[in-house]
Structure formats: C-alpha cells, structure tokens
C-alpha cells in the first residue's frame, strides 16, 4: 500500500502556481520522495525526487519539511497541459519491495483558463 | 532524448490466448518493471527484474505472468491464458540503478482488450 496521503483533487488558475501537498508521515531515513504525474492513460511521467533538501528542476520545485514527514510539490506557473493526477511515491534505495515504485490515488490537478 | 518503447500501442485478443507484450528499455539501464492499470483505477506494481532475474513480484504476478529479457535489448510480458479481467494498460519502465535516488522512466503503455 501507498505509503502517502494526497488530497483528491485540486484546481488551479492557469498561469498561477500549483502547491501539492503530501504526507508522509512514517516516511524512514533511507526513502526517498518521488513526484510522478499521468496525464489521461499514459505512463507516469518523472517530475521531481528529493531526500532531504529542496530541489528544483525545469518542471517544478519540491519542498520537503525539515521533520520530512510532508512535501510540497510546486508548478510556478501550471498551464493547461499541467492538467494530470499527481503521484507522491516515497522510495527506497535499497532491495526488497520497498525499492519499488508504489502509486497511490494520487491528486488529480485541473487547472483551469 | 532516450526513451522507453513498448509494443505494440493496441492489442486486442480472444481470451484464453497467449499474448506477449513488448517494451525496449532505455540501454543503460539495469532495473526493469511491468506495471498495469484498469481503467479507472491506481497504477499497480506487477514485477521487478534485475541481473536476468526477477527481483520482486506482487500477488498480481501470478503463474499466468512470465517475464523474459531475451537479448540485450527486449523486455518481455507474457499472459498464457488471457482472462477478461486483464484487460488493462500495461506500463514498462525502466531505471539505471536503484542507489542515489535514481528514477524510473516509463513508456506510453500497451493498451490489452481481452474479448
């Protein structure tokens, strides 16, 4: 079972920033937190990944809490194309089925002319 | 860009056939995994393979499912006997190495109607 909670849904104005949020409360030291989207039915799609510092790539921003247990992912300005069901996966890189990519609900973003 | 590329996009077939789905990873790459997706509902985790074996599987991953790297470039699913329940998108993906946080890259999906 997916180890995060993610709201549902969400909407956002086009051109604004999108905040998604994700809890992770019980996330441990060695796992990761990934950010995947799914835009209608095709494959998810990498967004972002961190472990303890925030990162930043040309997609988006990821904001982990100091105590990890929740991250925000941050589109600066969503478009319309941004529209998709966000995943927030927690990782690990070690072997065994904890090293495996586990999606949950996800939330699906509408962002909105 | 390098990418991961699945065949075919489409595949319908009567059920009790065989049907094998194809996905060429990006070439580096060591990890490989199946996924699937019913409509409507969460991307679920089938299989992991790594080093010509398979890493983990879920309850999903029963013996109706065999995986196979036949050469250095194709990564395979098999289904022996289709049932109408498995009728699904069905994801590969692929990743370098499971150290230093690396990510999973997917393809687009081969879509099974099984009639």
């Known amino acids: 079972d997916a180890k995060t909670t993610q709201p549902t849904s969400m909407d956002c104005a086009e051109g604004r920033a999108a905040n998604l949020p994700c809890n992770h409360s019980?996330?441990?030291?060695?796992?990761?937190v990934y950010w995947y989207r799914q835009i209608h039915s095709q494959g998810p799609q990498y967004i972002i990944h961190?472990?303890?510092n925030n990162e930043t790539n040309e997609m988006a921003s990821l904001i982990i809490t100091e105590d990890r247990k929740s991250s925000t992912l941050i589109l600066p300005h969503a478009t319309l194309r941004d529209t998709a069901v966000y995943y927030c996966?927690?990782?690990?890189?070690?072997?065994?089925?904890?090293?495996?990519?586990?999606f949950g609900k996800g939330t699906k973003l509408s962002v909105k002319p | 860009e390098p990418e991961v590329t699945q065949t075919p996009s489409h595949q319908v077939t009567q059920m009790g056939q065989e049907v094998i789905l194809r996905c060429v990873p990006i070439?580096?790459?060591?990890?490989f995994y199946w996924y699937r997706q019913i409509l409507g509902q969460k991307v679920e985790f089938l299989v992991s393979?790594?080093?010509?074996?398979?890493?983990?599987k879920s309850e999903i991953f029963d013996d109706q499912f065999s995986v196979e790297r036949p050469d250095g470039s194709n990564f395979t699913l098999k289904i022996r006997s289709t049932k109408l329940e498995d009728s699904a998108m069905y994801f590969c993906?692929?990743?370098?190495?499971?150290?230093?946080?690396?990510?999973?890259?997917f393809g687009q999906g081969t879509r099974l109607t099984v009639v």
């Open positions: 996966i927690v990782r690990t890189n070690y072997g065994g089925s904890q090293g495996n990519l586990i």
């Open positions: 019980t996330i441990s030291g060695n796992e990761y």
């Open positions: 961190g472990l303890k």
């Open positions: 070439s580096n790459h060591l990890y």
């Open positions: 393979f790594y080093n010509n074996e398979i890493s983990e």
């Open positions: 993906a692929s990743m370098v190495d499971r150290g230093r946080g690396a990510e999973a890259f």
